[in-house]
């Protein structure tokens, strides 16, 4: 299947500061990607939906000042987490759209602490 | 997309098959049921999916009933490293691909 890639894997940030999770498409090229994120022990839910070129859409409730995404390429969308609190320390996951296939195929996840 | 349930843990023995249920009785003619897995600390995996024919692949069989009210995804021969969170989610096809995630089974395959 396609290989879609976030980086970084684990990031640890002070409360306060911005911290940027990437997700690329390796073999594919992705027009429409989605940001879930997942509390422990809970399922995983959709924040937004990244388009490329245009602006995201976000789920009701996620603020998309705090949740920055910018999908200015087919293969690269990013997701910044501004002003990070403690709160927001979850697994982020972004999935991508591959055209040619029937399904969307996701990143191995971004663990992110805030201190 | 239609609403699924499913069991929230299974057990199986290494080297069994693992029967996962999945109902969704408000399935519409065109959605689809997808099959992915979730394993500690990754993202999901797709596994299959199919509309109203039983599907099979490298990894697993898919059985859909013929009301299409339900389905079993099943790992012919588990092994521990199909332990993981089973997520059985209904959706059209060729839509955006916004997936809607329940809980999910959690299957422990124990040696």
């Known amino acids: 299947g396609a290989v879609v890639s976030q980086h970084p894997s684990r990031v640890i940030c002070k409360s306060g500061t911005s911290v940027k999770i990437e997700c690329r498409s390796l073999?594919?090229?992705?027009?429409?990607m989605f940001w879930y994120r997942q509390f422990p022990k809970q399922s995983l839910m959709l924040m937004a939906t990244?388009?490329?070129?245009?602006?995201?859409?976000?789920e009701q409730g996620v603020e998309k000042d705090k949740f920055l995404i910018n999908h200015a390429s087919l293969t690269l969308s990013t997701l910044t987490v501004t002003s990070a609190h403690p709160e927001d320390s979850s697994f982020y996951i972004c999935?991508?759209?591959?055209?040619?296939?029937?399904?969307?195929?996701f990143g191995q996840g971004t663990r992110l602490t805030v201190v | 997309d239609a609403k699924t349930t499913q069991p929230p843990s299974m057990d199986c023995a290494e080297g069994r098959a693992a029967n996962l249920p999945c109902n969704h009785s408000?399935?519409?003619?065109?959605?689809?049921v997808y099959w992915y897995r979730q394993i500690h600390s990754q993202g999901p995996q797709y596994i299959i999916h199919?509309?109203?024919n039983n599907e099979t692949n490298e990894m697993a069989s898919l059985i859909i009933t013929e009301d299409r009210k339900s389905s079993t995804l099943i790992l012919p021969h588990a092994t521990l490293r199909d332990t993981a969170v089973y997520y059985c989610?209904?959706?059209?096809?060729?839509?955006?691909?916004?997936?809607?995630f329940g809980k999910g089974t959690l299957l422990t395959v124990n040696p």
């Open positions: 999935s991508a759209r591959d055209l040619t296939q029937a399904e969307a195929f």
């Open positions: 073999d594919f090229q992705a027009t429409t």
């Open positions: 990244s388009n490329e070129g245009s602006k995201a859409t976000y």
């Open positions: 408000t399935i519409s003619g065109n959605e689809y």
């Open positions: 199919g509309l109203k």
């Open positions: 989610i209904v959706r059209v096809r060729g839509s955006n691909y916004k997936l809607t």
